[in-house]
């Protein structure tokens, strides 16, 4: 009985791939599909390959012109600053994510935290903001509509044309011509991802993780399950063609564009975020209560002064064996930064909230739940763009701190203070360059293989409740046709 219920279900297959094979509009579906995924494929390997050149060598160029600049001022090489730059990941050829809006360098100097900048649909026509053809929109978006249009008609033809009955009386149960019509859907399906497999294979070779890519690819493919899952469903429903067609488009749009905005508008309504303007009188605010690290005699400062005069034990700061002004300009840099890191992480913390929200509701729609994996697997979502966004804050403090060090301990107060009085003057007032060997190569990694996992968990959950919960459908749908 099994040899016989898998031999209807391969000649089922078999006849549906016949089909299709005869009707230009398939053929046509299926070419157009494998043609966009593969190339977006390579459009984005070779975009990504040329940013990731692009981005390390203008990171050495950055530490080098810093590294070879002249004797000068310590706060002046403050002022002057330099660039991290964050190289793609592997993935990223195949997701892109949240990349190409946040930014992918950030100008690190003194008394200020930058934001990231250069994103890449921030310097793009209106008309590419609506979503780029990279290979997970192709697959997410474009190709359930293909799977739509060859299959929409699978069991409702069969009604139409009055096989159906025929085929149930010959002995071909519902469950075999529904299965028979999956897999052929599955057949299509595959061959639309192939071209991402092989890209898949390619980031391995790059040094991504197997386990990752091999995740990735299977979370896709069972996107595209729930879509031939939906497809048999409707076309089970309705007894036209033209009703399961009509079906499938609603839920195509409804699962498509309309809940992801849904998803994205309720997760700013429920966790609102201060605007760029509002934000920065609130951090201006909170920075005047500090005082002003560039003048030594701010009141501020008058607890410092006693302090480090008791310390060394002398009356005044010119008697001070460290430069008082590096000494103000250090502890100044450092609570500046601590308030900034708290307005820093604040933003995040609400960033993080809002996508957390959005992520929920993958349990209403596939697209929501195959997005949010995608790009947690490949390393371009929020949470690896807020890591970046530490580490170089981490990185500027402390290329801030050790040039205040450096004014501090190697440029004596009375030179400093009169390094305006002429060039003779402005000449002691400067340190050696080899103080600028500061700077070390900055590389950013996203997280390892088993955190990234560990963190689209949920994604990859909603995804098999989707399946299972279609699958009942089907069954139950089975049940009232038999």
């Known amino acids: 009985m099994s040899d016989k219920w898998k031999t209807q279900v391969w000649i089922v297959a078999k006849d549906e791939l016949r089909y299709w094979s005869r009707s230009k509009l398939a053929v046509s579906v299926l070419v157009i599909g494998i043609i966009l995924t593969l190339s977006s494929v390579v459009v984005t390997a070779v975009k990504m390959h040329e940013l990731s050149e692009q981005r390390q060598a203008t990171q050495n160029k950055s530490e080098e012109t810093f590294l070879q600049q002249p004797d000068r001022h310590p706060h002046r090489m403050v002022h002057y600053g330099h660039y991290a730059f964050r190289v793609p990941a592997p993935l990223s050829m195949l997701d892109p994510g949240v990349d190409a809006y946040t930014g992918n360098s950030i100008f690190l100097e003194g008394h200020r935290q930058n934001t990231a900048m250069f994103a890449e649909q921030k310097q793009t026509t209106g008309l590419t903001k609506l979503g780029s053809l990279s290979p997970a929109f192709i697959v997410q978006v474009i190709a359930p509509l293909l799977l739509v249009l060859i299959g929409y008609s699978s069991i409702s033809r069969e009604r139409e044309s009055q096989t159906l009955t025929f085929l149930v009386a010959q002995g071909v149960s519902f469950y075999s011509l529904i299965i028979g019509k999956g897999v052929a859907l599955f057949f299509v399906a595959c061959l639309v991802l192939f071209p991402l497999c092989i890209s898949g294979v390619f980031t391995v070779a790059q040094g991504e993780s197997s386990l990752v890519v091999a995740s990735f690819l299977l979370a896709y493919l069972l996107y595209l399950v729930i879509w031939i899952l939906f497809i048999l469903l409707i076309s089970a429903l309705f007894s036209k063609s033209s009703e399961s067609f009509s079906g499938l488009a609603i839920v195509w749009i409804l699962v498509c564009i ?110 929501i739940a195959i997005r949010s994996f995608s790009m947690i697997s490949a390393g371009t979502s929020i949470e690896t763009h807020h890591r970046f966004l530490r580490e170089t804050e981490e990185l500027r403090f402390k290329f801030v701190q050790s040039l205040n060090k450096t004014h501090m301990e190697q440029l004596n107060y009375i030179d400093d203070i009169n390094r305006n009085k002429g060039q003779e003057e402005n000449r002691k007032a400067r340190v050696s360059a080899s103080n600028w060997k500061i700077i070390q190569g900055f590389k950013f990694s996203i997280d390892d293989a088993s955190k990234r996992l560990s963190r689209g968990l949920l994604g990859l959950m909603q995804l098999l409740i989707w399946i299972a919960l279609l699958c009942f459908l089907i069954r139950f749908i089975g049940r009232r046709t038999l």
């Not at 300009?329 to 960033?351: D, G, H, I, P, Y």
């Open 258 to 367: 309309v809940m992801p905005r849904v998803a994205s508008s309720t997760a700013s309504v429920s966790v609102p975020i201060e605007g760029k303007l509002e934000t920065d009188f609130a951090v201006i605010a909170a920075l005047r209560q500090l005082g002003d690290g560039h003048n030594a005699n701010d009141p501020a400062f008058n607890q410092l002064k006693s302090s480090l005069l008791k310390k060394y034990k002398v009356g005044s700061v010119e008697e001070l064996p460290i430069n008082f002004r590096g000494a103000v300009a250090s502890a100044s840099e450092a609570e500046l930064t601590k308030v900034l890191n708290q307005f820093a992480e604040e933003r995040m913390q609400k960033e993080l909230r809002q996508t957390q929200v959005a992520r929920l509701f993958g349990w209403l729609s596939p697209k």
